[in-house]
């Protein structure tokens, strides 16, 4: 069962309680405007501690909080480059989860009618 599969079905019965749990997890990782930021820059390329914060403008130390918290919620994958370690979005789920919520919020703030 895929969240893009809307057959009616799969919404008369409920997931299974480790997958609520870990879809909950992963909104409260996204229910903060900081991580949101990074992860959406993180969709489109790599990057390490030090670039990140450049680009989200907020101190290294926290942006590498983050990073750990996102990567504990399994929405985030790190490599090793050299000396480097650089952090990426995890999977297209990952990106698609983001656009949805985007498009959702363009829908909000500016009353564009939901098509179901």
Same mark, same amino acid.
């Given at each position: 069962? #895929?969240? $893009?599969?809307?057959?009616?079905?799969? %919404?008369?019965?409920? *997931? *299974?309680?480790?997958?609520?749990e870990v879809? +909950?997890?992963?909104?409260?990782?996204? /229910?903060? *405007?900081?991580?949101?930021?990074?992860? %959406?820059?993180?969709?489109?390329?790599? #990057?390490?501690? /030090? +670039?990140? +914060?450049?680009? &989200?403008?907020?101190?290294? *130390?926290? &942006? +590498?909080?983050?990073?750990?918290?996102?990567?504990?919620?399994?929405?985030?994958?790190?490599?090793?480059?050299?000396?480097?370690?650089? #952090?990426?979005?995890?999977?297209?789920? &990952?990106?698609?989860?983001?656009?949805? &919520?985007?498009?959702?919020?363009? $829908? $909000?703030?500016?009353?564009?009618?939901?098509?179901?």
């Open positions: 069962m #895929y969240a $893009h599969d809307e057959s009616g079905d799969q %919404w008369t019965r409920l *997931p *299974p309680d480790d997958r609520i879809a +909950s997890t992963s909104l409260r990782m996204l /229910a903060d *405007p900081t991580r949101m930021r990074m992860l %959406w820059l993180l969709s489109g390329e790599e #990057y390490d501690v /030090a +670039s990140l +914060s450049a680009a &989200v403008a907020i101190a290294r *130390p926290a &942006v +590498s909080q983050h990073l750990a918290k996102l990567k504990l919620a399994g929405l985030v994958s790190q490599r090793r480059d050299g000396r480097r370690i650089l #952090y990426r979005a995890r999977g297209g789920h &990952v990106r698609r989860l983001l656009a949805e &919520v985007m498009n959702a919020a363009d $829908h $909000h703030l500016h009353g564009i009618p939901d098509h179901d």
